[in-house]
């Protein structure tokens, strides 16, 4: 029987740091992807769960604008479930162009992101 995929999200700034710290970058145009195999930060979450972070900075905009954001990349990474690896954590760093960008812009550059973190391992 198949185990069914959760998305878990990283809360707490540790998490966030040490990916940070000890994981690899990825840019693009609007985003910044971080992503790490790091069990530290897997630590907390079941084994079938991709681990995932999103944080923008006040600089972006607006609080209005910054969860307008926010809740475009969660819909993108949840449609992305597919080529998402359990082994790794990811944590989206937004710039200030992302705020012009539409849903299928953002999932684009999300998925190029994603598919050169994935050449590292």
């Keep these: 029987m198949a185990m069914s995929v959760q998305l878990q999200t990283l809360k707490w700034h540790k998490e966030f740091s040490i990916v940070a710290q000890f994981g690899n970058v990825v840019f693009s145009h609007s985003i910044i992807l971080q992503h790490t ?19 923008i ?17 969660r819909i993108a990474i949840k449609n992305m479930l597919p080529i998402l ?3 790794l954590c990811y ?6 162009r992302a705020v012009e960008k539409s849903l299928d812009e953002l999932r684009r550059e999300l998925v190029f992101c994603i598919q050169r973190a994935h050449k590292y391992y």
């Design 37 to 55: 195999r790091l069990c530290a930060v897997k630590k907390r979450f079941p084994v079938n769960s991709i681990i995932y972070g999103i944080t």
């Design 57 to 73: 900075s006040k600089r972006v905009g607006g609080a209005v604008v910054r969860n307008r954001i926010k809740r475009l990349l």
């Design 85 to 87: 690896r359990q082994d």
């Design 91 to 96: 944590i989206v760093v937004c710039k200030r």
